[in-house]
């Protein structure tokens, strides 16, 4: 596999629900960060017109829904998204071993440029007390390492997970699980409501493959500037 460059590490996440918005970011960074996350908010908003429409500024698109339904509609949803050809998609793991396969196995009906399929293991914003009310009696990081492990037994690219899982999740999962770190913070930006934050030359450093940046590039005076200077940052290793 070709080394990626420097920008080609950051999806930039486009979270706005108004298409002309999303289109003239997408335009302007298009060259200067590797891909565009579209979510929940852009999609409930903007449906798979808009998503093709991002895409026809000529980024490559993670779609990002997590999915978590039954194993037949989430590769029926699957399905549909290949219609935009989105680079990666992803669903949360908890929906269990034959939803997962079903995700890839609906993922592997579009051949060779397939996306790659993503697990979503514990969310971030969910601690070891909320796991013990939903039942779930250990901790954070065991859960998204069993997590993580059932994604890869059943077929899946990688995890998206926050960069304090990192580095646990390489050293059991191996260096071909692709690791999809948000929460990402360079030193010159703020940190908005992100609390557990790295910089993005330290995800990188530490085994991250991809980057989702959000605001740091999108709510920036100048968002190719910063696109430009994060890829210089991880280029740099500082
Ligand atoms: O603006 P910011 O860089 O914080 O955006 C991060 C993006 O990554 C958002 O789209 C957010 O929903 C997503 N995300 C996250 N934390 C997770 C999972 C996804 O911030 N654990």
């Known amino acids: 596999m070709t080394k990626l460059k420097s920008h080609e590490r950051t999806f930039v996440a486009l979270d706005t629900s108004d298409l002309l918005q999303a289109l003239e970011l997408a335009n302007a960074l298009s060259g200067h960060v590797g891909g565009v996350k579209l979510g929940k908010e852009f999609f409930t908003a903007c449906g798979l017109d808009g998503v093709q429409a991002v895409k026809e500024c000529g980024m490559p698109v993670f779609l990002d829904l997590k ?133 993005p030359a330290d995800a990188i450093a530490i085994g991250a493959d991809y980057l989702v940046i959000g605001r740091p590039i999108t709510k920036a005076d100048d968002p190719i500037e910063a696109a430009d200077k994060i890829a210089a940052e991880i280029a740099a290793g500082t």
């Open 67 to 199: 999915f978590h339904d039954i194993p037949n509609t989430v590769a029926g949803a699957i399905k549909a998204a290949l219609l935009v050809s989105p680079c990666m998609v992803n669903v949360h793991a908890c929906g269990g071993e034959t939803m997962l396969r079903a995700a890839v196995q609906s993922a592997e009906e579009a051949g060779e440029g397939r996306p790659l399929v993503l697990g979503v293991t514990v969310l971030t914003s969910m601690d070891e007390s909320d796991l013990q009310k939903i039942g779930i009696e250990c901790s954070v990081s065991d859960q998204v390492l069993r997590l993580a492990y059932l994604c890869q037994i059943n077929g899946l690219d990688g995890v998206v997970c926050s960069a304090q899982e990192v580095e646990g999740l390489r050293k059991h999962l191996g260096k071909n699980f692709k690791l999809v770190v948000p929460g990402i913070r360079p030193h010159w930006a703020q940190n908005n409501d992100q609390k557990r934050i790295v910089t």
